[in-house]
């Protein structure tokens, strides 16, 4: 038994036209985790993932997935992973028993193994009354689960699942989840999923790994990175014609790490419910006025903002998946230390404009 | 079974079946034909001075060559669906060889070619036309068809995967389907067309198919045609299966 089930290194990789999907990503996936891929759109996990589920090749850096090199021995690494992708990429002319047969197919199942596997999987996922109806008369989360399932026909030592519940009602979300979660418990299986929801990486990995243009900013579990944050943070939505810049100024004593995003301000402070009044009073004292003030535990999206001067729903907005991506110079990172502002949205000014 | 042959068979399965599933679209598909055959039948009758006198058998061969190109003109829509829809990469990511994948795609469409010629010659037989060449060189025109069809699905699926729409699939398709079609005998005697016509009609696939259906209605079939057609077919239906392989690379690099 390995004991990293998918190990990459220096991953990078350039787009026709210039975009700098990855600029040097490495991972390391104990076996038998749930792992969680953590970023906005466009910051570069599908490419990831594409290059650890041998559909694409990386420019430089190297990879292995359950022992083997992903350039070297693709075929072994095919039969060792499964691999559910954005798309819910069932055949929707097929039935979805006829999916899992074909799939099944494809990996060397036959007769009544295979016939075994797919009722098994059928019944798992509450599929079994409608395995002979057309994938086409299913709904998005059930062709969501049918398109899991096939991902697990031939018993993979990794299974990828890349967005797992992007469109999804929040009911189906939760099902989704407490499927993922029990797969990695159950039957021993490595799980790499990538999110763009905070709260599922949060809820559902063991590691947490947060990427940004194209890098790792920050790994560990969600709680190291959490802790990392000291205190609680103040969100401020500010009353219809308070200045963003002028409530800053005033807070500047009451708050840390300070972020401006619309008419929303973030701080950080070491106890949450006692600063509430004086930042009240702040604000009172400059002539603003608060419409909400809202305290919270760390959270990931906190971690994200910290590292990437960015809020995580500002970067997402963005799509920097378009020719911009990559060139902001120096690592996302370097946005850390001070506060920032994100005042107008656009990509540049959300990593430049860090506040004095 | 080895899994050489299973693979694309289980692909073969997955289009027929889909295909079944869709009892108007069969109906047209073979409808379409008919049309074509009894209408340019009754138009060109008594236009057209076909050398045997029957101007039905002489157009039968035709309609078939131009059905087979057009069917399979579309084969490439199947891989653009699976692309849309995410199942390429899942068949990416599988062990599957990327040969079987187009294997199973040019299978799938020559069973609909085998049976829109079947239904073609039947009805064409029906209607009166008479083919002394014997059932040897009708066999022969099959496959000559079927090779034709698969060269021409091949071209299509390379499209397919280097165009990615099915828009411009199918002006890339019309673009070389219809000229091919009217640069050949098909529809009019070789010694009907301009000399032009007739010169570059000696290069043409699609003609050389439309020739060896022609030998049907010879009573001392020419078989150094049918040979030397059959064999260019065949090197044709092999050199755009490669060009197909080649556009699934080129695919995959940019995934």
């Known amino acids: 038994m390995f004991e990293l089930a998918v190990a990459a290194s220096d991953l990078v990789k350039t787009y026709p036209g210039g975009v700098r999907a990855l600029q040097g990503v490495s991972i390391a996936v104990p076996a038998g985790t749930v792992f969680g891929l ?14 650890l589920t041998t559909l694409t090749r990386p420019d430089s850096g190297e990879a292995r997935v359950a022992g083997h090199d992903v350039a070297r021995e693709p075929d072994r690494v095919r039969r060792a992973i499964g691999c559910v992708f954005q798309k819910h990429a069932v055949d929707l002319e097929a039935t979805g028993r006829e999916n899992l047969i074909l799939q099944g197919h494809l990996y060397g199942l036959r007769g009544a193994d295979l016939r075994r596997r797919v009722a098994e999987l059928l019944d798992r996922f509450g599929l079994t009354t409608v395995a002979n109806r057309l994938a086409r008369t299913y709904s998005g989360g059930m062709q969501r689960k049918l398109d899991v399932a096939m991902g697990l026909v031939h018993r993979p030592e990794v299974l990828f699942l890349d967005e797992p519940t992007t469109g999804l009602d929040p009911e189906a979300r939760a099902e989704m989840w407490a499927e993922i979660s029990s797969l990695a418990r159950d039957e021993g299986l490595t799980v790499l999923l990538t999110t763009h929801y905070l709260e599922e990486a949060d809820r559902l990995a063991d590691q947490v790994v947060i990427v940004d243009r194209g890098r ?42 300070i972020a401006v995003h619309g008419r929303t301000l973030r701080g950080r402070t070491d106890d949450g ?44 907005a963005d ?35 860090v506040a004095r | 079974m080895s899994t050489l042959v299973a693979e694309p ?58 059905t087979a190109l057009f069917s399979n003109g579309w084969a490439g829509m199947g891989f653009i669906t699976d ?42 037989l029906a209607t009166g036309a008479r083919f002394p060449g014997g059932l040897a060189v009708t066999l022969a025109f099959v496959g000559c068809t079927v090779l034709l069809g698969a060269a021409f699905a091949s071209y299509s699926n390379a499209l397919a995967l280097l165009l990615r729409t099915q828009e411009s699939l199918i002006g890339a398709v019309n673009l070389v389907v219809l000229p091919l079609s009217f640069l050949s005998a098909m ?56 060009l197909s392989s080649r556009a699934f690379r080129s695919y995959q690099r940019s995934v």
């Open chain 2, 9 to 66: 068979l289980w692909f073969t399965a997955r289009g027929v079946r889909a295909l079944l599933r869709q009892p108007w679209y069969v109906a047209f598909t073979l409808l379409q034909p008919a049309v074509w055959l009894l209408l340019f039948g009754a138009l060109f009758e008594h236009v057209v001075p076909s050398p045997t006198g029957d101007y039905l058998a002489y157009l039968t061969p035709g309609i078939v060559v131009m």
């Open chain 2, 187 to 242: 529809l009019v005697p070789t010694e009907f067309l301009p000399g032009w016509i007739e010169a570059v009609a000696g290069w043409n696939p699609v003609n050389w198919a439309v020739e060896v259906g022609r030998q049907m209605l010879a009573t001392d079939v020419d078989w150094g045609i049918v040979g030397s057609r059959a064999a260019a077919l065949a090197a044709l239906a092999l050199a755009a299966a490669w």
């Open chain 1, 273 to 316: 419910p006692r600063a509430v009044p004086s930042v009240l009073a702040a604000l009172d004292a400059a002539g603003l006025s608060a419409a909400s003030v809202t305290v919270s535990r760390p959270s990931l999206d906190d971690v994200y903002l910290r590292l990437t001067g960015r809020t995580f729903a500002a970067a997402d």
């Open chain 1, 38 to 51: 953590l970023g906005p759109n466009g910051a570069g996990k599908s490419t990831t993932v594409k290059i």
């Open chain 1, 319 to 353: 799509r920097p998946d378009g020719a911009g991506e990559g060139r902001g110079g120096p690592p996302a990172a370097s946005g850390a230390p001070g506060s920032a502002s994100d005042a107008d949205g656009t990509e540049p000014a959300a990593s430049g404009a």
């Open chain 2, 83 to 124: 692309a849309e829809r995410g199942v390429m990469d899942r068949l990416l990511v599988s062990p599957v060889r990327r040969g079987s994948l187009i294997a199973g795609s040019l299978a799938h469409q020559q069973v609909t070619t085998l049976v829109q010629t079947a239904v073609i010659l039947g009805l064409g």
């Open chain 1, 216 to 257: 790792v900013v920050a790994a560990g579990t969600a709680d190291q990175l959490k802790s990392e944050l000291h205190g609680d943070a103040l969100v401020v939505e500010l009353a219809g014609d308070a200045a963003p810049d002028a409530a800053r100024a005033s807070l500047d004593g009451a708050l840390r790490e």
